[in-house]
């Protein structure tokens, strides 16, 4: 057994400054297209507003690179746009609202901007305007996240958000219930698991999932001399042991943990599928990463092959 100094100074590594999304009172963005995947992300934008006093904001924008424009136009233009004010765009505005009625009956109070540009930047430049503790937006049936309207939007989005972007699947009734979370002892990663339990139901059922390379070998990296000082099972029983005590005293949520030598991605897809996961949440990128870390890259295999709903949380700044 380590020393208590050793192991505070692991967990200290893993969990310092760890401390959820912090959704009530937050702006949480809704960038929609009308689709059925940003109806049920509408869906669960509603409940983070009843039950975590989230303030939804809808975001629809007009892709202007489908249009005969100079590319280093489209920007300005989308600038032009902003520029005409809130009252031009009453028509769209109410459309949208009617589109997302069904799904949320709320969204009649919802603040809708109306965009024009590239969707990616439109997204990320609001959600920063709006200091927004979330973005939520739509993940096509067949893997590829739904781009509003651009095939790369959301790998975009997420690889440029300061603010966590939870990508949802069409047919998702509300917040996640089994969830899936990488975990490669970062603070990120950690950060990320602590970020589901904020978008996850009351009785959750949450799986820790460590992939570890086939063979050892030093990796000097800050995180994995967790894994040297605690080992990997006794370093997931900490992460675990941080989030039981991040839940409310009556709370019913469970957390179990996996590690298993695998690729991170596989071991992530082949997990949330024998889980039946309606989520899989990691950290969304991380500059310096090692490659075996369960980052970066993976986030990028994920967001093209998950048939989930997916959580990016990005390292805190």
Not at 22 to 30: D, K, Q, S
Request: aromatic residues 2%; proline residues 4%.
């Amino acid at each position: 057994m380590q020393p208590k100094h050793v192991t505070e100074k692991a967990v200290g590594r893993m969990t310092a400054g760890v401390t959820g999304l912090n959704l009530r009172g937050r702006a949480v963005l809704l960038a929609s297209d009308g689709s059925p995947a940003a109806q049920a992300a509408a869906r669960i934008t509603s409940e983070l507003e009843r039950v975590r006093g989230a303030l939804p904001e809808i975001l629809q924008v007009f892709d202007l690179r489908s249009y005969p424009v100079v590319p280093f136009l489209v920007e300005a233009l989308g600038a032009a746009d902003q520029l005409l004010g809130e009252t031009a765009h009453d028509d769209q505005r109410l459309e949208v609202i009617a589109q997302l009625a069904g799904a949320a009956p709320t969204a009649s109070h919802w603040p809708v901007h109306i965009g024009a540009g590239t969707p990616a930047v439109q997204i990320v430049t609001l959600a920063e305007k709006l200091n927004a503790a979330l973005t939520l937006v739509g993940l096509r049936q067949h893997g590829r996240l739904d781009r509003i309207t651009g095939d790369e939007t959301t790998l975009h989005v997420q690889r440029r958000s300061s603010c966590a972007v939870l990508a949802v699947r069409a047919g998702s009734t509300g917040p996640a219930r089994r969830i899936v979370a990488g975990i490669d002892f970062s603070r990120a990663s950690v950060a990320a698991a602590r970020a589901a339990l904020d978008v996850a139901t009351s009785d959750a059922e949450v799986t820790l999932v460590h992939a570890h390379a086939p063979t050892g070998g030093h990796v000097a990296d800050d995180e994995y001399a967790v894994v040297e000082e605690l080992g990997i099972a006794r370093a997931l029983e900490e992460v675990r042991a941080f989030l039981m005590n991040e839940l409310p005293t009556a709370s019913t949520v469970t957390i179990d943990t996996l590690a298993e030598s695998a690729r991170p991605s596989e071991l992530l897809l082949s997990t949330a599928a024998r889980l039946d996961a309606d989520l899989i949440a990691i950290a969304s990128h991380r500059h310096g990463a090692v490659a075996r870390l369960m980052l970066g890259s993976v986030a990028d295999e994920l967001t093209h092959a998950c048939l989930t709903s997916l959580l990016l949380v990005p390292p805190a700044s």
